[in-house]
């Protein structure tokens, strides 16, 4: 049914503004490249993203001189349960318009809630990840304003005993941002539904309901003001991005919304104890968009302070415009909205037992701050730490190649490098590759034992990532094995002596750079299995010898 | 065999009926004799369920000539009654065309306990195959994707949906004039209201337009209308009945119910309604007895059959505000239950008046937000608007009726902060009073008795203009409700009025999922009723 709406309801574009200035430090944010912060591998960033974020630390604390920000955030976990929340229609992103409906998720009248009792098992789930009291009992509540993705004129949510609160995350900021171990509160977490979209026509005259999303089960967990800086905003969002996933309870994809951080900003002089007024910020669809659109706001009220024109900073939904890297106004807020909270008569009470709490602890499985801890004590440096933890089928893998005997970083350091870079390349998740764990061991095993060269595994490693099959029948198929006969390899270093007399010339005149040369000639020679310890070794010799 | 009523206490104006031998209970008999007149014959109340299964299986009738009966009396008395909503005939006779065929391809096991049964349902029921507007104008040719479970219900067991009851806009009322479509009639008297919301439903089966209908109750809305229309109507316990289906007024007090013009129908149809929907998380999941099964023939009833048996009449409904005519019907009512044995006593609940501005401000609030659905977005009226609020504005303000608006305006008041806790939360704190009177008194009574309703039918247009006297109307009734507990009414006797009387029903309270006792003592107090006859005068003159 086509909908005369008001125009723009959620367009940024129609809220572009000039002469406001920005603070934006866009490069030293590449790590936060959407939702697969694994594509960025250790190649990409080392010293020059480490300078990069220097110089930006050192214009963000000038920025923020005697002030300091407040940042809590609001996270809505959007669940990958079979059917929505309320009725058993599936949900699948992406599909056509109004496909995935029934007269309960469009709100028809005569329909009734009945609760998906997969959607409390999430909530447990993520409760307990996030170190979180859980209510024994809780209910649902009717959250009432009128709009036309919201069927039936109100959310079934939580409103005063939410499933689980009072819980905590641990995380560690990456050494380019600084480093360092945080803990922030989490307030509380409940369960609640999701509304429909809106599809505003090309010339605004109309818009269009599509109640696919309608009834999707989400978790909002609140934060507690813990946060400082954009960074910190942006790690807390992508640790609940990776709780999720090692869960399993959502697939945290922030382009298609499933995961959405609406942030809450303000600022006051460092010392005082109560808040400034507090400025929300939505539309922002990356980490990386996150901890810009923070650090554009904490700078926009900053500088109002000091122009002493802090009264203009008022309760107010600001949008994160992308192309502009700045912070608009979407509507202000006069007074609290009255959302006439009341309790659901439509659905009974969520009783949980001890025992169901307990089935549900023991089947967690690690979670990436405990991987993390558990990595760093192993003697990896907090980079790989971070890096091998970042993604579960990355830490799964990880853990499987060291069950299988592997020395715990030279399997961080092949994982980190040729594979990570492969990925990257093939655009692949770990979980895509031919490769398993064990050959991986027995590859670096391999190495260890002097059975082939570290550079012979890297062409072994592509071979067996793009084909699979074992490392030994990839080393006897292309006879890799390495040469480590000391006159076999004196044999091939005197014929390339031989071969070459003009440079053996030049180098015996004083251009010793050429055993480069030379060595790299009996490689050749030797298909690279020459044993490189043992070739420099001999050719030295030679050299020397005949001098 | 139970003492005879003692009819001068119970009647004002009433139907003398001729003593004769004593019918079995099953009607059987006088249908075969002559069938036609089943529903004029007076004596106790004959269940109209088992007379049309005896003749359709032993082939006396067809489905079709019992449709047609009842067809063609709707087309007689509907131009007065205006019962119904929209009339599903031309359906009606095709179902009962298909049911013959069954039966005469040798289907007679396959024919269920409601096979060729015409039901009416209340439009506030979703039907699949028909409009359903809730008697609301907003909903003026919305036709719903499904059939409420007990819609669903009743058409597997093998019933024929007749058409779709009127009803106060969207069970807001207790009158049926707050319609959007039209204004029913009281079949005992054309000038008076039918009770309401569920007032079509009760004039449907009163005018045997059909057999037995469908009604929903939220604070009296099947009840009141049963004793204005001189029916039996039964409000299970909340929770007895999938309210799937059932647009939403008050969800913590709706009950889907069932008029009859039998105890024994009214049974019949529970038996087949009842029971958990996995559709609706606040049904039941205990078990559905055969509440037919206790009912048995008069002349099997012992000398005292409500032996053992305690009854509380409740004190508070017989004092002021209540018709003289309706307090000496009760009363009489109450002796007879003591000829048949049982011990009646006065009980007094002391929360009992509080209960109904407790009702008022907890049944705004909830339907504040179950019709806020209604907007005109996704089905039903949309008036268009060049502006989003102009548009919800507009088609509510079109489409909802005042006492709608009036209630849904006072339910977002007393939900709206700062007020909460003065409204919303007092009111369910005297409803857990009530609850806790209630409890109380029926650990120590079987059953509560009491008025359906403070007086029998009055004129149309008496109350359209004074709401609290409307619904200072309902205070017999919204107690039960807030209480979640079963309540049956059954015709007891007659006020002056109209050209044979106006019918008074008597409530029986019962505990939680105590259907089948109160269905057991109000069928013992019917079929003993023998000098009393509700058929009401418009079938008398046909
Ligand atoms: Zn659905």
Redesign the pocket.
């Known amino acids: 049914m086509a909908l005369p709406l008001l125009r723009g309801i959620t367009t940024p574009t129609l809220f572009r503004a000039n002469g406001m200035f920005c603070t934006t430090q866009r490069p030293i944010l590449a790590h936060f490249s959407a939702n697969k912060p694994e594509s960025s591998v250790r190649t990409a960033a080392p010293k020059s993203t480490q300078q990069a974020t220097r110089e930006g630390q050192v214009v963000a604390e000038q920025n923020t001189q005697g002030f300091e920000a407040v940042i809590g955030i609001e996270t809505h976990v959007q669940l990958s349960t079979i059917t ?1 929340a ?4 599936p949900y699948n992103y992406g599909s056509q318009p109004n496909t ?7 709100g028809h009248p005569g329909a009734l809630p009945v609760l998906n009792a997969e959607v409390v098992e999430c909530a447990v789930k993520l409760g307990l990840a996030l170190n979180c009291n859980i209510s024994m009992t809780s209910k649902f509540d009717r959250k009432q304003y009128f709009y036309p993705d919201l069927p039936k004129g109100y959310q079934i949510s939580q409103f005063d005993i939410p499933i689980a609160e009072k819980g905590y995350v641990d995380l560690d900021i990456p050494l380019e941002f600084g480093g360092g171990h945080r803990r922030f509160g989490i307030t509380r977490v409940h369960m609640e539904e999701d509304a429909g979209k809106l599809l505003h026509s090309e010339s605004g005259s109309y818009s269009q309901v599509d109640l696919n999303r ?2 999707v089960p989400l978790l909002e967990i609140v934060s507690e003001p813990d946060m400082r800086t954009g960074i910190e905003a942006a790690e807390y969002g992508a640790e609940i991005q990776r709780v999720v996933r090692y869960l399993g309870v959502g697939n945290g994809n922030m382009q298609e919304g499933s995961l959405r951080c609406d942030v809450n900003v303000s600022v006051r002089p460092i010392g005082q104890s109560e808040f400034g007024t507090k400025v929300e910020i939505k539309n922002m669809n990356s980490f990386s968009a996150i901890s810009r659109a923070i650090d554009y706001e904490i700078s926009r009220q900053i500088l109002l302070h000091k122009e002493s024109q802090a009264d203009q900073i008022v309760q107010e939904t600001r949008l994160w415009d992308e192309s502009s890297q700045k912070t608009f106004t979407m509507r202000k807020k006069e007074g609290l909205a009255d959302y006439r909270y009341f309790p659901e008569p439509d659905l009974p009470e969520v009783i949980l037992t001890t025992e169901y709490i307990d089935e549900i602890r023991s089947s967690m499985p690690e979670l990436p701050e405990a991987k993390r801890r558990r990595y760093e004590n192993m003697g990896l440096s907090m980079q790989d730490v971070i890096f091998l933890a970042n993604d579960d089928n990355v830490a799964h893998f990880f853990d499987s190649t060291l069950e299988h005997g592997a020395d715990a970083k030279m399997a961080a350091n092949w994982i980190m490098g040729d594979i990570a870079a492969y990925l990257k390349d093939e655009k692949l998740s770990i979980h895509d590759i031919k490769l398993t764990p064990l050959e991986l061991s027995e590859m670096i095993a391999s190495i260890k034992n002097g059975i082939i060269s570290g550079k012979i595994a890297k062409e072994i490693l592509v071979e067996l990532i793009s084909k699979g099959g074992t490392v030994k029948s990839v080393i006897e198929e292309k006879d890799l094995v390495q040469i480590a006969d000391p006159a076999a390899i004196e044999a091939m270093v005197d014929q390339v002596l031989t071969d070459n007399p003009k440079q053996l010339e030049q180098y015996r005149a004083g251009k010793t750079k050429l055993q480069g040369f030379f060595a790299g000639q009996v490689m050749k020679a030797s298909k690279g299995k020459a044993s490189p310890v043992l070739l420099n070794k001999i050719l030295g010799e030679k050299l020397k010898g005949d001098c | 065999m139970p003492p005879p009523l003692q009819a001068h206490r119970m009647l004002l104006s009433h139907r003398r009926i001729s003593s004769g031998p004593r019918r079995r209970f099953t009607a059987v008999s006088s249908l075969s004799s002559a069938p036609a007149k089943t529903v004029v014959a007076p004596g106790p109340a004959p269940s109209s369920i088992l007379s049309i299964r005896e003749s359709l299986l032993s082939g006396e009738r067809t489905a079709v000539d019992i449709t047609s009966e009842y067809l063609s009396r709707l087309r007689r008395t509907e131009p007065s009654v205006r019962s119904f909503i929209h009339v599903a005939d031309a359906a009606a006779e095709r179902e009962a065309e298909e049911l013959d065929r069954r039966i005469a391809s040798g289907g007679k096991d396959a024919v269920g306990p409601l096979a060729g049964v015409l039901v009416g349902v209340k439009d506030n029921l979703c039907t699949a195959a028909m409009p359903s507007t809730g008697g609301s104008r907003i909903l003026d040719g919305f036709q719903p994707a499904y059939d409420a479970t007990a819609v669903r219900r009743l058409r597997e067991a093998g019933a024929i949906v007749v058409g779709k009851t009127n009803l106060d806009e969207f069970g807001m009322g207790s009158t049926t004039e707050g319609s959007g479509f039209q204004v029913t009639t009281n079949p005992w008297d054309d000038s008076c209201v039918p009770g309401g919301s569920s007032g079509g439903s009760a004039s449907a089966v009163s005018a045997r337009q059909c057999v037995v209908s469908l009604g929903s109750d939220t604070g009296g809305s099947v009840r009141q209308p049963a004793s204005f229309c001189g029916v039996v109507g039964l409000k299970p316990t909340y929770g007895r009945v999938s309210r799937f289906g059932l647009m939403a007024y008050a969800s913590s007090l709706d009950v889907v119910g069932c008029f009859g013009s039998s105890v024994f129908d009214t049974a019949t149809m529970l038996s087949v309604i009842a029971g958990h929907d996995k559709m609706d998380s606040t049904s039941s999941s205990n078990d559905v007895p055969d509440y037919r099964s206790d009912l048995v023939s008069p002349n099997l009833l012992e000398s005292k059959p409500l032996n053992n048996v305690r009854i509380g009449i409740i004190q508070e409904t017989l004092g002021e505000g209540v018709d003289t005519g309706v307090i000496s019907s009760v009363k009489a009512a109450a002796s007879h239950l003591e000829q048949l044995g049982s011990v009646v006593e006065e009980v007094t609940l002391p929360s009992f008046s509080l209960g109904l501005p407790a009702y008022y401000i907890l049944a705004s609030s909830e339907a504040s937000s179950n019709l806020s659905r209604y907007d005109g977005i996704r089905y039903g009226k949309q008036v268009p608007a060049d502006e989003l609020n102009e548009l919800y504005g507009d088609s509510r303000a079109n489409g909802l009726g005042h006492e709608v608006k009036m209630r849904i305006l006072m339910g977002t008041y007393a939900l709206s902060a700062g007020y909460y806790d003065a409204y919303y939360k007092r009111a369910q704190q005297v409803r857990t009073l009530v609850k806790k009177s209630f409890e109380e008194a029926l650990k120590r009574y079987d059953v509560l008795i009491s008025p359906a309703a403070p007086s029998a039918a009055y004129k149309i247009g008496e109350k359209t203009n004074d709401p609290l006297a409307m619904y200072a109307g309902d205070i017999m009734t919204v107690n039960v409700n807030l209480a979640g507990l079963p309540a049956l009414v059954v015709p007891c006797g007659f006020v002056e009025g109209g050209s044979a009387g106006l019918p008074v029903g008597l409530q029986m309270i019962g505990s939680p999922f105590s259907e089948g006792n109160l269905l057991r003592i109000g069928h013992i107090f019917e079929q003993t009723l023998q000098d009393l006859s509700f058929v009401p005068p418009l079938l008398a003159d046909i």
């Open positions: 929505k309320f009725c058993s229609c995935t409906i029934c007269p309960t998720c469009m309608a009834g």
